[in-house]
């Protein structure tokens, strides 16, 4: 199950990468086109999407690896017990703000595909497919916290706390700024 759930993360991870290098495809061909006096139909609204679906295909992995925006002024304060449910409470608390954003995301996209939504921009994309982004990198992200908050009521150190002790005894505290 490890391997599976680590892959998902890098899967996920690997598209956002995709992403993120389609979205520097779409402005080198802005560019070289823009040199012949010729347009990209719908650059705009696709380095939107990309952008979109980079964000959100990225947050498991970068959650795994202790790299998302945490406040742990009160968690990095208490004792090994107190911090243990306290990491679980907030684990749990995650789950079910992602899990509501998981939910909400996917009747856009449902909602979108049943009126036939189409972009109003040059192209007329269809709506629910770039949408779609959303409840697949948030539904990862919620897999990620599960998986994070069984660990923690196993008794494990989460993942993300390893990933930042890790880089901080080799000298890296680029991701503590």
Same mark, same amino acid.
């Given at each position: ?14 598209? *956002?990468? !995709?992403?993120?290098?389609?979205? &520097?495809?779409?402005?080198? /061909?802005?560019?070289?086109?823009? +040199?012949?006096? #010729? ?8 380095? *939107?999407? !990309?952008?979109?679906?980079?964000? &959100?295909?990225?947050?498991? /992995?970068?959650?795994?690896?202790? +790299?998302?925006? #945490? ?107």
């Amino acid at each position: 199950m490890r391997r599976a759930l680590d892959a998902l993360y890098s899967a996920s991870a690997g598209l *956002a990468a !995709l992403s993120l290098f389609s979205i &520097f495809l779409v402005m080198m /061909a802005q560019v070289a086109l823009r +040199e012949t006096n #010729r347009q990209f139909p719908g650059a705009d609204d696709l380095s *939107a999407y !990309l952008c979109v679906a980079t964000t &959100f295909f990225a947050l498991g /992995a970068t959650f795994k690896r202790g +790299e998302l925006i #945490r406040v742990g002024m009160v968690l990095d304060r208490l004792g090994p017990g107190a911090r243990r449910v306290m990491e679980m409470i907030v684990l749990a608390m995650a789950a079910v703000l992602v899990g509501y954003v998981v939910f909400w995301t996917a009747q856009d996209v449902m909602f979108s595909w049943e009126i036939e939504e189409v972009a109003q921009g040059t192209v007329p994309f269809q709506l629910w497919i770039p949408k779609l982004a959303m409840p697949l990198g948030s539904g990862i992200l919620l897999i990620a916290i599960i998986d994070e908050l069984v660990a923690v009521v196993r008794g494990a150190i989460p993942s993300y706390v390893r990933a930042a002790e890790e880089r901080a005894a080799a000298g890296d505290f680029s991701a503590e700024v």
